[in-house]
């Protein structure tokens, strides 16, 4: 099956600064790559997703990029803002909805 | 994206009882939901994939008789914890897929087994 690892497990940054979260995944046929923030206690949301078609897609401060070759799809959060700290997680699936999760990533923005 | 409501969000229970976890799409109607465990600080586990009018596919390692699922309707899937024990304490969360790949979760039920 499909094996996601997620780096780093924790990020810390300042605010205004950059953040980058890795994933890998072992399954080619994978063609799905959503990434999720959860809140404490919160559900998780979906903030961006890329299909293996596209290399790179970017809405507002949030971009992912996917590299089919590599195996590897990071998220990046520009000008972070304390409201961004939260758990994030990738995922992939290579089928309908069979999404397998990354361990996680605790993004904290210092003011 | 689809609206899921899950209902109860905290539940506390002595050891030896069952609790009942609600799982509703409000705007959609799903033929699959899927049950997931999270630890504290952990990744989302799946523990059973949902199927509406038929048996619920559990995962490897996970007690179907201890974690019951039941998808009578395409808005509602139940998940009962059976003879529930402290170890048995977890988030519990389940999600709707929508626009085809896309997941939404619920809000998620805490459960305490004392």
């Known amino acids: 099956g499909e094996n996601v690892e997620q780096h780093p497990s924790t990020l810390s940054v300042q605010e205004g600064d950059s953040a980058v979260i890795k994933c890998t995944y072992s399954?080619?046929?994978?063609?799905?790559f959503p990434w999720y923030k959860q809140e404490l206690g919160k559900r998780p949301q979906l903030i961006i997703d890329i299909r293996s078609n596209v290399g790179e897609k970017k809405d507002q401060r949030i971009a992912v990029t996917l590299n089919k070759t590599a195996k590897h799809f990071s998220l990046h959060i520009t000008e972070t803002q304390p409201e961004d700290s939260a758990v994030y997680f990738c995922?992939?699936?290579?089928?309908?909805?069979?999404?397998?999760f990354g361990k996680g990533t605790m993004l904290l923005v210092s003011p | 994206g689809a609206v899921v409501s899950q209902h109860p969000s905290r539940v506390i229970c002595k050891s030896g009882t069952s609790v009942k976890i609600e799982c509703r799409s409000l705007d959609f109607q799903a033929t699959t939901m899927f049950w997931y465990r999270q630890f504290p600080k952990k990744s989302l586990m799946l523990m059973a994939t949902?199927?509406?009018?038929?048996?619920?596919?559990?995962e490897q390692g996970v007690e179907k008789d201890k974690f019951l699922i039941n998808h009578a309707s395409l808005t509602l899937s139940t998940l009962t914890v059976t003879s529930a024990h402290p170890e048995d304490s977890s988030f519990y969360i389940c999600s709707v897929p929508s626009g085809g790949e896309k997941l939404f979760f619920g809000s998620g039920t805490q459960l305490s087994v004392l």
């Open positions: 949902s199927n509406e009018g038929s048996k619920a596919t559990y």
């Open positions: 399954d080619s046929a994978s063609n799905y």
């Open positions: 995922a992939a699936s290579g089928g309908y909805s069979t999404l397998t």
